[in-house]
């Protein structure tokens, strides 16, 4: 084998750990994504889309942690092995090389329809577990901000003026959250 051993990681945070993906596969260079796995506009990601060349071996913990959708693991993986590469998914025991066998399409179909499937779930019985947690008044959700931060955006849009307007979105984007996210704070 000629080429090398390309290894995918992605936690949703950087809180999360991800020693329990790879940490026992001998790998050549590691890429890490630290971002949700909602869509493929991750940059770790584009990157080792972008540095994989012939006979590279891309091996990822598990399906869900290089897509969340039937559609884009299709097309992460079309992409990996266009380039001549394959793909290994260790948790699935499945491996990718770029024929297009029927029995290659039918298990990729199937383990992520399930994969999907079952996110789908975890979402569902999160969403319950939270609303039953508001019903007895203990869910807090962790704030992104300190009070200084907060302190600090409010500042900043108490000096707009009808002439002169704060951009929220650069003030959101600065402060690395979401516009919803400032907009609640300025509420509260």
């Not at 600090?152 to 919803?180: C, D, H, M, Y």
């Amino acid at each position: 084998m000629t080429g090398k051993k390309v290894g995918y990681v992605r936690v949703s945070t950087a809180k999360q750990s991800t020693e329990r993906q790879l940490a026992d596969v001998d790998l050549d260079i590691t890429f890490t994504d630290y971002a949700s796995g909602k869509d493929t506009n991750r940059p770790k990601l584009q990157e080792m889309l972008n540095y994989i060349r012939d006979d590279d071996i891309v091996i990822v913990h598990s399906m869900d942690r290089l897509a969340r959708n039937l559609d884009d693991l299709r097309k992460i993986i079309k992409t990996i092995t266009a380039k001549q590469a394959q793909i290994k998914f260790l948790k699935e025991g499945l491996e990718f090389i770029g024929n297009k066998s029927p029995m290659s399409n039918l298990m990729l179909s199937l383990m992520g329809a399930f994969a999907e499937f079952e996110h789908s779930l975890i979402k569902e019985r999160q969403m319950e577990g939270i609303a039953k947690a508001k019903a007895r008044g203990v869910y807090k959700r962790e704030k992104s901000l300190t009070n200084e931060q907060i302190a600090n955006i409010k500042q900043q849009i108490s000096q707009e003026t009808p002439t002169i307007q704060v951009n929220k979105t650069r003030l959101a984007k600065e402060f690395g959250i979401t516009r919803q996210t400032l907009y609640s704070y300025l509420k509260a």
